[in-house]
């Protein structure tokens, strides 16, 4: 479970309430828990503010969006 998943639950918040709150789709809110996506900064102000924390304290509950795998380079193999 992600910190910003965590921090929604702990508000009592669905993820259609954030939606309403920020502007932002549900899949939106969906992305943005799980890493796939990282919020606009006019969009982390919204998050910070509708699950009352800092900007600052917003971005560090972001999970870290997922690494892209290198190409597989069959030269090497």
């Given amino acids: 479970m992600s910190d910003l998943l965590r921090r929604r639950n702990q508000l009592g918040?669905?993820?259609a309430d954030?939606?309403?709150?920020?502007g932002k789709s549900e899949?939106?809110?969906s992305r943005f828990e799980r890493g796939e996506r990282r919020p606009a900064?006019?969009?982390i102000v919204?998050?910070?503010?509708?699950?009352?924390v800092?900007?600052?304290r917003l971005k560090a509950l972001l999970?870290?969006?997922p690494v892209e795998a290198e190409?597989?380079?069959q030269a090497a193999s």
């Fill in 13 to 15: 918040l669905t993820q």
């Fill in 18 to 22: 954030l939606a309403v709150l920020t």
């Fill in 27 to 29: 899949a939106a809110i």
């Fill in 41 to 43: 900064p006019d969009t």
């Fill in 46 to 52: 919204k998050l910070a503010q509708a699950l009352r």
């Fill in 54 to 56: 800092s900007s600052t």
């Fill in 63 to 65: 999970p870290d969006p």
């Fill in 71 to 73: 190409p597989f380079d």
